[in-house]
């Protein structure tokens, strides 16, 4: 079946499910409803089969005619999906998806028995989500091959009867009965480690959590021994040290131990202690000079408010992190920090349009474009300032591009890396805000500018952001390529 036929059948299908969308259930009996309910339900959990095939066969196409550095990047841009999301069914595909020997064959999936019930549509996306689990984190990779499929075909059968907590729970099991004595290796276990800083509620608190190696464990515990023991790094005046210095900002290392008064006025969880002891590391982290540079800038806490807000004590301000802070904690911050002050309407001693003299941005305009841009101006990227770099937005400096504050702007380096000779372009709308066209092949009109970083620009009609207007965008041979400013940063941050 060629690719004509193979529309014409998805077509058809869409076709269908309109027709089925405009009837009305109202008349259906109860269990006429939950029979065409699991009918359903078989049928989505079927279909999910095409998807794996399509994405798997992706895998093979040529990065150059993909439109992106990866298969799960154009994923992302084509179907307007998260990075995790996209990885997901990348990684997916390749266990669920028939698979192509070197010598042209066509092998059978990694997960053969749980890609059968699937087709079936026997199995959700939930049941395999807990059999990939298992054997990406509860067995080891050692596991002997004729092992791991009879495993694998047992998981797949009871996937078939149970629910997916009731899988969960049998896979559990089952990793323990194979490997009864926890004998991971070093790999596995390295693999597993992350930490990860949640998104900032509305209250401005974040959740953090996280996997420890043993290694990063026991090294923790030796730090919290000292630095959240009672007494210390309490951030409350009450337990200010002699000087006047909260106890907070100062060293525990360097303190002596607090006295029995002390300790008994603590009234701290040791929840609430671990957390003040890691905000006392990590500024004293900060303040020891020692963690160098950042994309230009020396590694500090950067915050940026305006001046109204400044004068009148409320609101927030913006970390180079993406994240807020309350007002009153910026005053106290810019109390005992050494800080510069980015000032837009007004002249001010340091250069912001350089022309030609420098290819690379002054200190001066990196801060101007933290506070202005505040993170990658890629329209869906998240990535905040700390994690972007100065670059040409609308020449390239080689095709005589000026290192002028109004033509630069901010990218996370692998969204500066989307920007090459048939791939993303870049140029500056009439308003001097950064608009961003990606590929032909999967520009679907979406939007040209980011308005993540100012959630306030939603509110604001614009006709150009969010259709995919081009207005003030340079010919095609004048659109900026990449300039290859600091690509040193290879986090992936987009």
């Known amino acids: 079946m060629g690719f004509e036929r193979m529309s014409e059948v998805i077509a058809g299908m869409a076709e269908q499910l309109s027709a089925l969308v405009g009837e009305s259930f109202d008349a259906l009996s109860t269990s006429e409803q939950l029979a065409l309910t699991a009918q359903w339900e078989s049928f989505t959990r079927g279909s999910a089969t095409v998807g ?17 550095n990866s298969v799960p990047g154009a994923l992302a841009v084509l179907l307007r999906l998260s990075k995790a999301e996209a990885h997901r069914r990348v990684a997916e595909a390749k266990e669920l998806a028939p698979r192509q020997a070197m010598t042209g064959e066509t092998l059978e999936p990694v997960l053969a028995h749980t890609a059968a019930a699937v087709e079936q549509g026997l199995v959700g996306a939930e049941h395999v989500r807990v059999i990939r689990r298992f054997f990406d984190q509860q067995v080891p990779a050692s596991m002997p091959f004729d092992v791991r499929e009879a495993a694998e075909a047992q998981l797949a059968q009871l996937a078939t009867k149970h629910t997916p907590e009731e899988l969960r729970a049998a896979a559990q099991r089952l990793a323990a009965y194979l490997n009864p004595d926890g004998d991971f290796s070093e790999e596995l276990r390295a693999a597993q480690r992350w930490l990860r800083l949640g998104r900032q509620r509305l209250d401005g608190m974040s959740e953090l959590r996280g996997l420890l190696d043993p290694a990063t464990r026991a090294a923790l515990e030796a730090v919290l021994a000292v630095w959240a023991a009672p007494g210390r790094c309490h951030p409350d005046g009450e337990t200010e040290g002699e ?61 940026t ?9 409320t609101g927030h301000g913006f970390t180079g992190g993406g994240s807020l802070v309350p007002m009153s904690e910026v005053i106290r911050q810019a109390a005992e ?25 002054s200190k001066a305009q990196r801060l101007v474009l933290f506070a202005r841009d505040r993170g990658c101006t890629r329209p869906g990227c998240t990535a905040p300032a700390y994690h972007c770099q100065a670059h040409h937005g609308d020449n390239d400096w080689a095709a005589g591009g000026q290192t002028d504050i109004d033509e630069l702007t901010l990218a996370c380096g692998p969204d500066n890396r989307r920007v090459k000779p048939g791939g993303w372009r870049t140029y500056k709308r009439k308003d001097g805000r950064t608009a961003w066209r990606p590929p032909p092949q999967l520009d679907t009109g979406q939007a040209r500018v980011n308005n993540y970083h100012h959630p306030n620009r939603y509110l604001i009609p614009d ?15 004048g659109e900026r390529a990449d300039d290859g400013d600091d690509h040193s940063d290879d986090r992936d941050a987009g």
Do not use: W
């Open 463 to 477: 006709d150009g952001d969010d259709e995919g207007d081009d207005e003030g965008a340079p010919e095609d041979s």
């Open 305 to 313: 408010t305006t001046l109204q807000e400044l004068e009148s004590g």
């Open 337 to 361: 920090a050494h800080h510069y002050l980015a000032i837009f309407d007004k002249a001010t001693e340091e250069p912001l349009y350089l022309g030609r003299a420098n290819r690379l941005a």
């Open 52 to 68: 794996h095939r399509l994405v798997a066969g992706l895998q093979q196409a040529p990065l150059a005619e993909l439109g992106e």
């Open 243 to 303: 000087d006047g210095q909260r106890c907070a900002d100062q060293d525990p290392s360097a303190q002596a131990d607090p006295s029995a008064e002390t300790v008994a006025a603590d009234r701290r969880t040791v929840g609430q202690r671990n957390h003040d002891a890691l905000n006392a590391m990590c500024r004293k982290l900060l303040a020891s000079g020692t963690l160098g540079s950042n994309n230009g800038l020396p590694a500090t806490l950067l915050i």
